[in-house]
Nanobody, 129 residues
Framework: EVQLQALGEGLVQPGGSLRLSCAASGFTFDDYGIGWFRQAPGKEREGVSCINSQGDGTYYVDSVKGRFTISRDNAKNIVYLQMNSLEPEDTAVYYC??????????????????????WGKGTQVTVSS
């Protein structure tokens, strides 16, 4: 059974940090690129960042560039999203998704309508004082 789970729910103050994890099982993890997405209340889901299958290629949307860092540990089947200098605008439910087609993954994070192979359940991030 394929499982993809975003973990690391938290409430942090503006300027704070939080690390999310995306834990995967049931598929050949190192054959897939992984993307992070988020959905704020009343807004559409948007891409945040993605990483290719070997971890040597990453992409960030402009709003998080320089503040968020994506990484992966293929031995543990986990992708991380380190979020620093958090802002209230980062408040959202965060999801991870897997795609064997890295081009589709990059394009989906950039806002184009491409299907992902697997989606995980989300985790809530709230940035508030």
């Amino acid at each position: 059974e394929v499982q993809l789970q975003a973990l690391g729910e938290g409430l942090v103050q503006p300027g704070g940090s939080l690390r999310l994890s995306c834990a995967a099982s049931g598929f050949t993890f190192d054959d897939y690129g992984i993307g992070w997405f988020r959905q704020a209340p009343g807004k559409e889901r948007e891409g945040v960042s993605c990483i290719n299958s070997q971890g040597d290629g990453t992409y960030y949307v402009d709003s998080v560039k320089g503040r968020f860092t994506i990484s992966r540990d293929n031995a543990k089947n986990i992708v991380y999203l380190q979020m620093n200098s958090l802002e209230p605008e980062d408040t959202a439910v965060y999801y991870c998704a897997a795609s064997q087609d890295v081009v589709s993954l990059y394009l989906r994070v950039r806002g184009n309508d491409y299907a992902m192979d697997y989606w995980g359940k989300g985790t809530q991030v709230t940035v508030s004082s």
